[in-house]
């Protein structure tokens, strides 16, 4: 009776084992099912989320532009104003001309990058940059709800053979520049650095509010406020031709 007992112990307890065994791999296998599907969905979303850049194309999640406005007195700021392009194309062996698309409501006073790019300390409070941007983007200045873009259109690049002072090789960036519906001409110096599989191209050129329609903003009956001369440096961030 002891023995028939034991078996019988015996025969359930294999039962719970082969039972706990089935229930694990199909739960093992639901799990890389889902596990499966979670990641294929996620690269799906990847792609949709990522551009086709080509040949030329401007990286604006990468890319900036950045303005220094000095200040016409010791009083007030000197302002380092951070911005984002909204499309571009800059084709280095010229092939065809280029087109940058700045976005002016994207446009940033004294952030901290702003600042730093040209040397400045980020001491500016949020009370005086909030001020800043209000007047700025205001109807005195960049008007950005009437003039929401500029553009620098028929780009050209000229190799001049010389080295940049970071050592790198120095172009010659020409084209019209659009501000306010009035379009200039403008130069800039460049240099080209191939890094991480990207051409980046750095430059400056300058410009007058005043040529643009603009009057440079004052306050204080001109005891504050900003020069006309604004300098306008490009951290470009550019697919290479294949």
């Known amino acids: 009776m002891r023995t028939y007992l034991l078996f019988q112990l015996s025969c359930q307890v294999r039962l ?50 950045y303005i220094f406005v000095d200040r016409t007195t010791a009083l007030g700021h000197a302002h380092g104003v951070e911005g984002h392009l909204r499309s571009g194309n800059v084709m280095m ?9 700045f976005d002016m409501r994207s446009f940033d006073a004294d952030t901290t990058m702003g600042r730093k790019v040209f040397g400045m300390a980020d001491d500016i409070d949020a009370g005086t940059r909030k001020k800043g941007n209000e007047n700025m983007l205001g109807a005195e200045v960049l008007y950005v709800s009437k003039y929401p873009e500029a553009k620098l259109e028929n780009i050209k690049l000229t190799a001049t053979g010389k080295t940049s002072d970071r050592k790198l ?17 403008i130069s800039a110096t460049c240099d080209l650095e191939e890094k991480n599989g990207w051409n980046h191209l750095r430059g400056k050129f300058r410009i007058r509010q005043t040529e643009y329609g603009i009057k440079p903003y004052t306050r204080v009956l001109g005891a504050v406020g900003v020069k006309d001369e604004l300098l306008i440096y490009g951290d470009l961030w550019i697919v290479p031709s294949p």
């Open 93 to 101: 062996d010229g092939s065809q001309p280029g087109t940058l698309l």
């Open 169 to 185: 090789p120095e172009y010659l960036m020409e084209g019209d520049f659009t501000l306010h519906n009035t379009t200039r001409k």
């Open 16 to 65: 719970l084992v082969r039972t706990e065994f089935c229930l694990t791999s199909i739960a093992c296998f639901l799990l890389s099912m889902v596990t499966h599907t979670a990641v294929c969905r996620g690269q799906d979303r990847q792609q949709q989320t990522q551009p086709s850049l080509q040949a030329g194309d401007i990286n604006t999640d990468f890319s900036r532009v």
